[in-house]
Antibody, heavy 118, light 107 residues
Framework: VQLVESGGGLVKPGGSLRLSCVGS????????MNWARHAPGKGLEWVST????????YYADSVRGRFTISRDNAKNSVYLQMNNLRVDDTAFYYC????????????WGQGTLVTVSS | EIVLTQSPGTLSLSPGERAALSCRAS??????LAWYQHRPGQAPRLLIY???NRATGIPARFSGSGSGADFTLTISSLEPQDSAVYYC?????????FGQGTKVEIK
């Protein structure tokens, strides 16, 4: 079971990025999937969650209205579209599978770095 | 919104010593709490779920206890590879907040 994130990079404030997370060794369609982030010098922060069907979606207040989570079960993938990025969005972004029925984050991917700077 | 407060901020102990990390919730969350380990440069890892259940492959020296609003992660005998930041997380309600973390340093 593995998760691999991609799509991070350097972007200017106000810019956009789309992160991807591809699962292997399991079917993403069965699981709730999550994004979390770790900013330099700060703790882990939950960002967004999408249910296995895509029916239920949740966002942290800090990203609601700017970020959009989605999934493509045919591609065994989950995405995070990030618009109107701010300097304080700079962080490693992690994708994590949710345990069945409880959604504890297990496992996590290695992360992708997003740097927002002018 | 549920707030999780972890203490202490940093714990500096020698190999073989016992570590006790605290996580306090701002309201009753039953047993809806997990602990994660985050080593520098690595992916976070689930250690304990539902307050007291060890995740697959987690050594027996890690244990979790508590319910309601007060929880503890205990590492019975520290090893050098336990140097990391440890986070608690609740799933009782949205948002799925993490605590601010406890850094464990091995002398």
């Amino acid at each position: 079971v593995q998760l691999v994130e991609s799509g991070g990079g350097l972007v200017k404030p106000g810019g956009s990025l789309r992160l991807s997370c591809v699962g292997s060794g399991f079917s993403v369609s069965t699981y709730t999937m999550n994004w979390a982030r770790h900013a330099p010098g700060k703790g882990l922060e939950w960002v967004s969650t999408i249910s296995n069907s895509g029916t239920y979606i949740y966002y942290a207040d800090s990203v609601r209205g700017r970020f959009t989570i989605s999934r493509d079960n045919a591609k065994n993938s989950v995405y995070l579209q990030m618009n109107n990025l701010r300097v304080d969005d700079t962080a490693f972004y992690y994708c994590a599978r949710g345990r069945l029925t409880t959604n504890w984050f297990d496992p996590w991917g290695q992360g992708t770095l997003v740097t927002v700077s002018s | 919104e549920i707030v999780l407060t972890q203490s202490p901020g940093t714990l500096s102990l020698s190999p073989g010593e016992r570590a006790a990390l605290s996580c306090r919730a701002s309201q009753n969350i039953n047993s809806d709490l997990a602990w994660y380990q985050h080593r520098p440069g690595q992916a976070p890892r689930l250690l304990i779920y539902d307050a007291s259940n060890r995740a697959t492959g987690i050594p027996a020296r890690f244990s979790g206890s508590g319910s309601g609003a007060d929880f503890t992660l205990t590492i019975s005998s520290l090893e050098p590879q336990d140097s990391a930041v440890y986070y608690c997380q609740q799933r009782n309600s949205w948002p799925r907040a993490f605590g601010q973390g406890t850094k464990v340093e091995i002398k």
